[in-house]
């Protein structure tokens, strides 16, 4: 099964850091198929590592791309690009 | 014979006005870092011990997250996630197959992490104190060393720290906590906060306070912003009254704020969100004096449609029926950026399209909002006024008094946030109906310091004569146009400063719901005179911190 990727556009007011990269990692990590995330045409780092996604420096409006391998690939997409695109500093 | 007085005091900045006493407990020093020897065991062995210890301490966050709740439980579990990090496992891995014990291993690989944090800087250097914190944590275990951190010495304790982290004070048990003194760190910091959200006796930034030992007795005057050292059964005996008096105080009947000489002076709530209605009137809140619609635009990428602004305008407006609420219209840009109005990148976002300029640039929006508060005002029985952001020019106090009287808004007026308004703020109060200070903008504005900029916090200090003085400017233009000058922000919530800012002319003052009963208390000590007086104190002072002092000095004599 070839891997696929997806790239989506941050709406998170504090990017990718904090909260919203707790609840990315966590669930890249529950997906349980590799995922890697790359910002803009940087190298990939694993989606399920907390300190790799914040250490990327995603800022809200930047593009990140998405890859993932294995059964319910797709899936794991559609959610993590869900979590990418809203606001969940909205309600703190 | 004890030492003289002035030895045995050590100065800081008090937060409230609260006064306490009890033995010291000291927050734990860093544990040293592990030297570099090669490990007596194997790496499979030393692999087996980290795992454990990566776990353990991922527990334990994660159980003290569910104690703590709300935003310390995010804090806690993405450091419990940093633990089990599986990028952070493979440099541990690396570094354990070269023969390294676990503690270096362990030690090294968040070292490595922290410099790339380090290195990004702002929010992300801020993070690296968080995986430090870790760090610590799974060494200790290594170690089988109690975790560094809070101190519980099984008694209640005035806790000394550097500064508290987020995640210090969540792990915090407040009852235990007599009173809060730290090292560093002044009134904005995160020990500043808790203590003005929980009400703890705080004194912060008090730099001697270093040679203070473990278990030594002190009182921790907040009013006088003191730490006394070896008290006299005096001083101890005057404290314990004091304590009492203001515990009375605190649960005395809540009254209408005013003066000793009664001269009403309306309290007011900030408020972010109509939930937060019924606190603020359980705390005697006789009003909003700013109430923040950002909550209702934040979540989305779209502006809300006017009927969903409608619902929660009127659930708040019904909370305070027959009673005064000063909305905010829309605030974005800078600190809070909407990407539907303004997705531009601006070098400089507090100087840039915010505001009440970023409304006109998208009316659209601001006419939604003033429709929506207009019905919401005709549904209930409130006294809505409705004020714009960031108003820097007569013109633009001008254009939105003259919108919002169109859209049916009775009572229409302006913040005054820029320097400039201040100093027009005869013009402008000559058209709007009343003006609110924001003294949070005003002071970044006036000391040309960004007020989210770690390297500058100290130029953030509403007590600056500078900002008193462009105060008084609209003090005395709401005098000679008799209109009402409201302050809202941090400034309205420290008891003395109150004093002083009513002492320059404001009417009413607006602040977190929980600073309410120590505003109260001191404005009813002093008369209308008296603020007069220990405003000019602070007038003729040269900086911030002798603004204080002299106010201080004024407010005792």
Redesign the interface.
């Known amino acids: 099964m070839p891997s696929i990727s997806r790239t989506v556009r941050i709406?998170s007011?504090?990017g990718l850091?904090?909260?919203p990269?707790?609840l990315f990692?966590?669930a890249a990590k529950d997906a349980g198929i590799p995922i890697t995330v790359a910002k803009d045409s940087g190298s990939p780092?694993?989606a399920?590592?907390?300190?790799?996604v914040?250490?990327l420096?995603v800022e809200?409006?930047d593009y990140v791309t998405l890859v993932a391998d294995g059964d319910g690939a797709e899936a794991a997409l559609d959610t993590l690009a869900e979590l990418l695109t809203t606001?969940h500093?909205?309600?703190? | 014979m004890t030492e003289p007085t002035t030895t045995r005091q050590l100065r800081g900045v008090g937060i409230g006005l609260g006064v306490a006493q009890g033995p010291v407990a000291r927050m734990s020093e860093p544990l040293p870092p592990p030297g570099d020897a090669p490990s007596e065991l194997t790496a499979d062995e030393e692999s087996a011990r980290v795992k454990e210890a990566v776990a353990a301490v991922a527990r334990e966050l994660e159980q003290r997250g569910t104690q703590a709740g709300g935003a310390a439980q995010d804090v806690l579990e993405a450091q419990a996630m940093m633990a089990e990090d599986p990028s952070l496992a493979d440099e541990i891995g690396t570094r354990l197959a070269q023969g390294r014990t676990g503690e270096w291993a362990v030690f090294d690989a968040f070292a490595s992490f922290r410099d790339q944090l380090t290195a990004m800087g702002g929010y992300l250097g801020e993070r690296a104190a968080d995986l430090d914190d870790v760090a610590q944590r799974v060494i200790a275990h290594l170690r089988g060393l109690p975790a560094p951190g809070v101190p519980d010495p099984g008694h209640p304790f005035v806790l000394v720290a550097k500064d508290l982290a987020p995640a210090d004070t969540a792990l915090l048990d407040l009852d235990k906590v007599l009173a809060l003194v730290t090292t560093e760190g002044g009134p904005t910091s995160h020990t500043a906060i808790l203590a003005r959200e929980k009400s703890i006796v705080a004194v912060v930034g008090a730099v001697a306070a270093t040679g203070l030992r473990e278990g030594e007795t002190v009182i921790v005057d907040a009013a006088a912003g003191v730490v006394t050292t070896d008290p006299t059964a005096e001083e101890l005996e005057r404290a314990e009254n004091r304590a009492s008096a203001r515990a009375a105080a605190v649960s005395a009947p809540i009254t209408d704020g005013a003066l000793s000489d009664g001269t009403p002076v309306p309290l007011l709530a900030n408020l972010g969100n109509p939930d937060g209605a019924a606190d603020a009137v359980a705390l005697g809140a006789e009003g909003v004096g700013l109430f923040r619609t950002e909550f209702l635009f934040l979540s989305s990428a779209q502006a809300p449609t006017v009927e969903q602004q409608r619902e929660a305008y009127t659930k708040l407006l019904a909370a305070f029926p027959g009673k005064k609420v000063v909305v905010r219209v829309l605030d974005a840009g800078a600190d809070k950026p909407l990407a539907f109005l303004n997705d531009a990148h601006e070098e400089n976002p507090a100087l840039g399209l915010r505001g009440i300029r970023a409304l006109r640039a998208s009316e659209d929006i601001l006419r939604e909002q003033l429709t929506a508060l207009a019905e919401a005002d005709a549904a209930t029985a409130a006294d809505l006024w409705v004020m714009a952001p960031m108003v820097a020019t007569v013109e633009e106090a001008v254009y939105f008094t003259d919108l919002a009287r169109d859209y049916g808004v009775k009572t229409a007026g302006v913040m005054v946030e820029v320097p400039s308004s201040a100093l027009l703020a005869d013009r402008i109060l000559s058209y709007s109906d009343f003006a609110s200070i924001g003294t949070n903008d005003l002071t970044q504005y006036t000391l040309a310091a960004d007020r989210l900029l770690g390297s500058v916090a100290s130029f953030q200090d509403p007590w600056h004569p500078a900002v008193l003085r462009l105060i008084r400017e609209v003090g005395d233009a709401g005098r000679t146009n008799a209109k009402p000058v409201g302050i809202c922000g941090e400034a309205a919530a420290d008891p003395l400063l109150a004093v002083v800012l009513v002492g320059l002319g404001a009417t009413s003052l607006s602040m977190a719901p929980t600073a309410l009963a120590d505003v109260r208390a001191t404005l009813l000590q002093h008369s209308l005179d008296d603020a007069r007086v220990i405003a000019e104190a602070a007038l003729a002072a040269d900086d911030a911190a002798s603004a204080r002092t002299a106010a201080q000095d004024a407010a005792t004599r």
């Open positions: 709406g007011a504090h850091h904090a909260r990269a707790k990692a966590q780092v694993n399920a590592s907390i300190l790799g914040i250490a420096g809200q409006g606001d500093d909205a309600e703190a």
